[in-house]
């Protein structure tokens, strides 16, 4: 098993920044890969970026290249999202997830935090 909880949601303008975390326990968190998914209002979920177990490989979808990094501190069991040039359609709720080798689906999700860009 694996518990995710992210943190670092908020309030902000629009070309602002904000930093998302997602701290994990549990089973061996540097093994999974980990991505960031988020749904806004009326919206499917939908991907944002992810990041190898090694930290070697990152993904985004295209809304947000450029604009946000993901990264990881295995030792921390920790995987952050930086978010910047906010735009008000990145209003959502971010969750994190794991998928572990073998797996082509996450399995593991947070509960998600709460991101608003006001315009």
């Known amino acids: 098993q694996v518990q995710l909880v992210e943190s670092g949601g908020g309030l902000v303008q629009a070309g602002g920044s904000l930093r998302v975390s997602c701290a994990a326990s549990g089973r061996t968190f540097s093994s999974a890969t980990i991505g960031w998914f988020r749904r806004a209002p009326g919206k499917e979920r939908e991907f944002v970026a992810a990041?190898?177990?090694?930290?070697?490989?990152?993904y985004y979808a295209d809304s947000v290249k450029g604009r946000f990094t993901i990264s990881r501190d295995n030792a921390k069991n920790t995987v952050n999202l930086q978010m910047n040039s906010l735009k008000p359609e990145d209003t959502a709720v971010y969750y994190c997830a794991a998928r572990f080798p073998g797996y082509v689906a996450y399995q593991y999700w947070g509960q998600g935090t709460q991101v608003t860009v006001s315009s």
């Open positions: 990041i190898s177990w090694s930290g070697g490989n990152t």
